[in-house]
T-cell receptor, first 116, second 114 residues
């Protein structure tokens, strides 16, 4: 079946612009996660959704970052007033349920964001 | 939050077993050990997880020490396609604040050589 998909695969923008990154999770997965990965580092947790609500947004670096999941499936990560330091690969993952001891997260290929 | 320590890189000959160590000396009783790997330009891929007992699946084996302060991921017959960054993750097993947070760290870059 289809895995997690993310669009666009690459996004180049200018400092100060607004960007939206989209994630399509695996059908039926109730839990959705966003991570950010800088060059040479492991993924860094940003936010976790259980259904439509953000259950944990403690990893969002500041109020320029916001994410939504209005219908409990597709999610959009929104970044306002982008800065060069926001350049990274943004990864999305989904899992069937977020309250099981077995929490295999299925990752998408990521969106590479470059802020010039 | 650095909960695990891994060597930055390791080499392994093709066809030989790859043994990747992980130190998690501050692990608590309800925390699981997960292993993921990330092949270049792809998202991380789940390999295996465990709590106390050793685990084996079609990809790998996970050996957890009796005191649970360290573990080893074993790829029994490494191939060139196993070249990747391997992440050892400690995850809170109690449903609550940290339950769904994975702290990846910097991982171990495994280079499988012909």
């Amino acid at each position: 079946g289809a895995g997690v998909s993310q669009t666009p695969s690459n996004k180049v923008t200018e400092k100060g612009k607004y960007v939206e990154l989209r994630c399509d999770p695996i059908s039926g997965h109730t839990a959705l996660y966003w991570y950010r990965q800088s060059l040479g580092q492991g993924p860094e947790f940003l936010i976790y959704f259980q259904g439509t609500g953000a259950a944990d947004d403690s990893g969002l670096p500041n109020d320029r970052f916001f994410a939504v999941r209005p219908e409990g499936s597709v999610s959009t990560l929104k970044i306002q007033r982008t800065e060069r330091g926001d350049s990274a690969v943004y990864l999305c993952a989904s899992s069937p349920i977020g309250t099981s001891d077995y929490n295999e997260q299925f990752f998408g290929p990521g969106t590479r964001l470059t802020v010039l | 939050d650095a909960k695990t320590t891994q060597p930055p890189s390791m080499d392994c000959a093709e066809g030989r077993a790859a043994n990747l160590p992980c130190n998690h000396s501050t692990i608590s009783g309800n925390e699981y050990v997960y292993w993921y790997r990330q092949i270049h330009s792809q998202g991380p891929q789940y390999i295996i997880h465990g709590l106390k007992n050793n685990e084996t699946n079609e990809m790998a084996s996970l050996i957890i020490t009796e005191d649970r302060k360290s573990s080893t991921l074993i790829l029994p017959h490494a191939t060139l396609r196993d070249t990747a960054v391997y992440y050892c993750i400690v995850r809170d097993g109690t449903v609550g604040y940290n339950f769904n947070k994975f702290y990846f760290g910097s991982g171990t870059k495994l280079n499988v050589k012909p």
